[in-house]
Each structure stands twice: as C-alpha cells, then as structure tokens.
Nanobody
C-alpha cells in the first residue's frame, strides 16, 4: 500500500497562487492513478483533479479548469497541484488520494488511499 502526506497549504488572498505537494511512500507512486479532492466546512468532499499513472492524461472539475494544474514527478514519488487565481470559494481542506488502476477515476469512493489533508484558506 501507499502512504500519502500533503503539504503546501496556507492562508492567501484572492488572486494569489499556491502549490500543494503530495509525497508518497511505501510503494512507487507510478503504480497509482492520483487525484486531488477538497472538502469545505459543512460540505461533502469533492473531486478537483486527477492524473493518470504516467501523467499523460489529466482531468479537472469545471470549477478549477484553467486555474489549477495537476502534475506528477514519479522519480520523486510526488504529486503537485498548482493553484492560480485563487478564489474565496476555493477555501477547503485539500486531500491527495491514490488508486492502483489505469485510466482516470473521479469518484471519492474510487480511491483507496488518502492523505491527512492540508488547509487552504483564501481571503477576499
């Protein structure tokens, strides 16, 4: 199995950028489809973006398309989420997740391994 640790969250102003990192250990991350999810207070966890095992395919939620970029460095066992033009509605705890599968999956229930989350707060 794989263990995931997110970092890079913080408090920023609207319009700022932030890069989240997800460090994987235990198994090589190239065996896993990876995704970023987020959960705002009082709301359900929602899918943000996913990237295929080799990194060739990415998919984004409409709410972040054009502003967020998911990437991976399999040599470093790390996944990234570059966030730009941040909005107050992006405020949430952001989670990294893994599924040992090919292709792209977006459902929360499809992912088997989760990190502990990192808080992102965007002030207006």
């Amino acid at each position: 199995q794989v263990q995931l640790v997110e970092s890079g969250g913080g408090l920023v102003q609207a319009g700022d950028s932030l890069r989240l990192s997800c460090a994987a250990s235990g198994r090589t991350v190239s065996d896993y489809l990876m995704g970023w999810f987020r959960q705002a207070p009082g709301k359900e966890r929602e899918w943000v973006a996913s990237i295929s095992r080799g990194g060739a395919t990415t998919l984004y939620a409409d709410s972040v398309k054009g502003r967020f970029t998911i990437s991976r460095d399999n040599a470093k066992n790390t996944i990234y989420l570059q966030m730009s033009s941040l909005k107050p509605e992006d405020t949430a705890v952001y989670y990294c997740a893994a599924r040992r599968a090919f292709g792209i999956w977006v459902a929360v229930s499809a992912y088997d391994y989760w990190g502990q989350g990192t808080q992102v707060t965007v002030s207006s």
